[in-house]
């Protein structure tokens, strides 16, 4: 900080001693913001530390834990390539990044919105430890179109590893994409680095998981080189001294970069600045001075240090009668600088020059005469006002002034591009004339504002190009009057996405069916190897998840869960089952029948013999018993008031019933036999 302050103090009292600009580079690794926000939903700001380098917020939608590493044990060494050419990025903070959920449909998207278009030279960003992921390269010039994939494939400056492994991502120029290795193994270490050559208005880095748990870092570094010059006065020690003078340093964009005055020699230097061309350094000087020539040029600091572009050198000199003079102003009166002035003098010949800061310029050393004109370039993001042209004008013995112009100021369209309900970075708004024309497009910042300048009043048809994973409504026509148009919002939408698990005792089961329903319809997902799922690609509304439990498990909890998307396209994980093995039941063992003791037959009495046969009288050995369980009675008790015996079974009935028809066919056979002894008897 002492240096930079030393640098700054050195660019306004700058002694005699000192060339103009000073010899000097030097490389800075970015600055980071804090982080905010919390899963799929973070956002901080770079900021590359040379001076003119516009800072640039960053949303990202990576799942947690995103970090802000301080570069302490993991950085690019002077043995890496942007280390050996920008110097080590030790000690200097650099992003960690995730997926938006740990599955390859689920991607992050990270985007860096710049306040204003970069350099196009001298800085670069590096993307690390690309192994078991990807990320693709996405970006919008400094008018808000996109680069097209063989402009962003001539910014690789080649692979490396950092941490001296042999492994290296590869690059696929058709798609702007960086690739780990083939096997998607996770190691350390394989980096790529970029240096883009155009202005960029938004950078954007999708990031895509292949296998495991991948993170993915990001460094920016940028160089910064002196601007100075020197302002020589005509007549040294006369009315105007160079060191009374005024110098402005602007950005391409138009932003003060700061002001400075010359030493006593004439030398001045704005410090080290980023390294750009289109940087305007403007001469303001007290009113007894002229400019000899333009009163501000463009310099670019792009070459060696001592490169006389990156110098603007102007000369003063006092008023000579008769000065001719004016100011150039907006339609609201505010002063309008670098516009082009041009005077013809009567007798043949021009001189031309520019307005200061404060819209005013001043030709002098003019002869006296009438039919001087003063004429004026209508300059850019202006249409000409009542007149651009001054005629007939007189020098006479006193000054002439108040040869004044008016420009308009062309009308913007203003509004907010969100997504999700925030506003979104990076998005591409365009405005083409209804009926045909070229369009004309700028980038949305950071927190989703954007303003199209410079358009001419009229109808236009309104459409924004959404980033990658986004939706865009169809354009709309509207209407731009000449004060100009703000309030132009558009809404974006994307769609949702869910995952989750299916474990058993700890360990991911493959193959489970897990049924996803919603406003979109019904989807039947297998797990993976690794036993998750997820899907994408879901419309706002309630989805339920449903896991199907093979053969042999059961699911030991809930068996459905419900969660809810929105426009904003979030990804709702932890969508989790577990699953438990079906329990086994003991086997059933036949209760063991009690033993059955054949019915005992009542006592039978043999009736008297008698010669007819037919009379002879026999008792049913059954019919003073009831078999068991057979009492017809319902009381279980035979008709003798017996206890009756356990039923065990169907089969004792039957056996019983053939034990006493078996003991009645015996008792048959005895009496026939004793008949037929009685008769052989006789």
């Known amino acids: 900080m002492a240096r930079r302050t030393a640098l700054l103090l050195a660019g306004i009292f700058v002694s005699a001693s000192v060339a103009a600009p000073a010899a000097a580079l030097t490389d800075r690794w970015a600055a980071w913001g804090p982080l905010a926000g919390s899963s799929n939903a973070y956002t901080t700001t770079m900021n590359q530390q040379s001076r003119g380098f516009p800072a640039a917020t960053v949303a990202s939608d990576s799942r947690s834990n995103v970090q802000l590493a301080a570069g302490g044990s993991v950085f690019l060494g002077p043995g890496t390539p942007p280390g050996a050419k920008y110097g080590s990025s030790s000690g200097n903070p650099y992003l960690v990044l995730r997926p938006r959920a740990d599955n390859a449909n689920a991607p992050s998207t990270t985007t860096y919105t710049f306040a204003a278009p970069t350099p196009d030279t001298g800085w670069a960003f590096v993307l690390g430890d690309v192994d078991s992921d990807q990320v693709r390269i996405r970006a919008t010039d400094s008018t808000g179109d996109a680069v097209p994939a063989a402009e962003v494939s001539s910014w690789l400056s080649g692979t490396f590893n950092y941490a001296g492994g042999t492994d290296r991502p590869t690059w696929d120029a058709t798609t702007s994409t960086v690739t780990g290795n083939p096997g998607a193994v996770d190691t350390d270490g394989a980096s790529a680095w970029f240096e883009p050559d155009v202005r960029l208005s938004s950078l954007t880095l999708i990031f895509t998981r292949r296998a495991g748990f991948p993170v993915y870092q990001t460094w920016f570094v940028s160089r910064a080189r002196p601007v100075g010059g020197v302002v020589t006065g005509v007549s040294a020690g006369g009315a105007c001294d160079p060191a009374q003078t005024v110098l402005t340093l602007l950005a391409p964009g138009g932003e003060v970069l700061g002001t400075t005055s010359p030493a006593g020699d004439g030398r001045y230097s704005f410090g080290e600045v980023a390294?750009?061309?289109?940087?305007?350094?403007?001469?303001?000087?007290?009113?007894?001075?002229?400019?000899?020539?333009?009163?501000?040029?463009?310099?670019?600091?792009?070459?060696?240090?001592?490169?006389?572009?990156?110098?603007?050198?102007?000369?003063?000199?006092?008023?000579?009668?008769?000065?001719?003079?004016?100011?150039?102003?907006?339609?609201?009166?505010?002063?309008?600088?670098?516009?082009?002035?041009?005077l013809t003098r009567p007798a043949g010949g021009t001189v031309t020059t520019t307005t200061g800061p404060d819209g005013t310029y001043l030709f002098d050393a003019n002869p006296?005469?009438?039919?001087?004109?003063?004429?004026?370039?209508?300059?850019?993001?202006?249409?000409?006002g009542p007149t651009t042209e001054i005629s007939g004008i007189e020098v006479a013995a006193t000054p002439v002034g108040g040869q004044d112009f008016v420009v308009v100021g062309l009308p913007s369209v203003a509004g907010t591009v969100t997504g999700g309900g925030a506003g979104l970075g990076g998005a591409q708004v365009v405005l083409t004339p209804v009926g045909g024309g070229t369009p004309t497009a700028t980038a949305t910042l950071g927190d989703g504002t954007y303003e199209v300048e410079d358009l001419l009043p009229g109808d236009y048809i309104l459409t924004v190009v959404a980033?990658?994973?986004?939706?865009?409504?169809?354009?709309?026509?509207?209407?731009?009057?000449?004060?100009?148009?703000?309030?132009?919002?558009?809404?974006?939408?994307?769609?949702?996405a869910l995952g989750g698990t299916v474990t058993s005792g700890g360990s991911p089961v493959a193959g489970v069916e897990v049924v996803v329903d919603g406003p979109d319809g019904q989807q039947v997902l297998p797990t993976d190897g690794e036993g998750r799922y997820a899907v994408d690609e879901l419309?706002?509304?309630?989805?339920?998840?449903?896991?199907?439990?093979?053969?042999?498990?059961?699911?030991?909890?809930?068996?459905?869960?419900?969660?809810?998307?929105?426009?904003?396209?979030?990804y709702r994980g932890g969508l989790d089952f577990v699953l438990a093995p079906t329990s086994t039941p003991s086997p059933t063992t036949p209760p063991t029948p009690s033993p059955t003791t054949p019915p005992t037959p009542s006592p039978t009495t043999e009736p008297p013999s008698t010669d007819d046969p037919g009379d002879t009288a026999t008792t049913d050995p059954t019919s003073t018993s009831t078999p068991a369980g057979g009492g017809g009675d319902g009381t279980g008790a035979d008709a003798s008031g017996g206890e009756d015996l356990p039923d065990t079974g169907a089969p004792t009935t039957w056996l019983a019933a053939l034990a006493s028809g078996l003991i009645s066919v015996g008792l048959a056979l005895v009496v026939a036999a004793r008949r037929r002894t009685t008769a052989h008897g006789r």
């Open 275 to 342: 390294t750009q061309g289109d940087y305007r350094v403007l001469l303001d000087v007290p009113v007894s001075c002229a400019v000899l020539g333009a009163a501000d040029d463009v310099v670019s600091n792009r070459g060696n240090d001592d490169d006389p572009a990156s110098r603007a050198d102007f000369a003063v000199r006092e008023v000579v009668p008769q000065p001719i003079s004016g100011t150039v102003r907006d339609a609201a009166g505010t002063p309008v600088p670098r516009v082009v002035v041009t």
């Open 368 to 384: 006296l005469g009438t039919g001087y004109t003063v004429e004026i370039a209508v300059p850019d993001g202006y249409a000409a």
């Open 467 to 496: 980033p990658d994973g986004w939706t865009a409504p169809p354009g709309r026509v509207v209407t731009v009057p000449p004060s100009g148009l703000s309030g132009q919002d558009v809404a974006l939408s994307r769609p949702g």
């Open 539 to 570: 419309a706002p509304g309630t989805w339920t998840v449903t896991v199907r439990p093979p053969m042999g498990t059961v699911v030991d909890g809930a068996g459905t869960l419900t969660t809810t998307t929105t426009t904003a396209g979030e």
